[in-house]
């Protein structure tokens, strides 16, 4: 069956590239500006622009406080079901609950961490410049 399954496939595969030669654009090579180092040339000096500190910030800032307000409302709220599970779990399900608030301890370190991280990048960036 798979010898079958094999001809099969290379037969469609064969259609396909002799379907795709056929109906191939042409390219003509003259119509491109013959003049390839000067444009990368201009191609570079573009891309060599100096970027401001304050303006990165500017932007990113708003982003990071959005990300973090986010990641706090998630923190405080699942943090608050945990809790409520854990008042109302019996002796069984309050291991269960524990397992979960170890995560839930981490992953907050985790959030507060990348805040902290961030902090220091942007301070030692500002300093740099």
Excluded: H
Aim: aromatic share 8%.
């Amino acid at each position: 069956m798979s010898k079958v399954f094999n001809k099969k496939v290379l037969i469609v595969l064969a259609i396909i590239g002799i379907i795709s030669m056929v109906f191939a654009s042409s390219i003509f090579a003259s119509s491109i500006d013959t003049d390839i180092w000067g444009q990368g040339r201009n191609f570079i000096s573009k891309g060599n622009a100096t970027i401001s500190f304050t303006n990165v910030w500017n932007d990113l800032k708003p982003i990071a406080q959005i990300v973090m307000g986010i990641g706090l409302v998630v923190l405080v709220s699942v943090g608050s079901i945990l809790g409520v599970k854990y008042m109302t779990a019996g002796a069984d399900d309050k291991a269960k609950v524990k397992q979960k608030l170890i995560w839930f301890c981490v992953a907050a370190a985790l959030v507060v961490g990348a805040t902290g991280i961030f902090n220091i990048v942007v301070e030692v960036a500002s300093q740099l410049q």
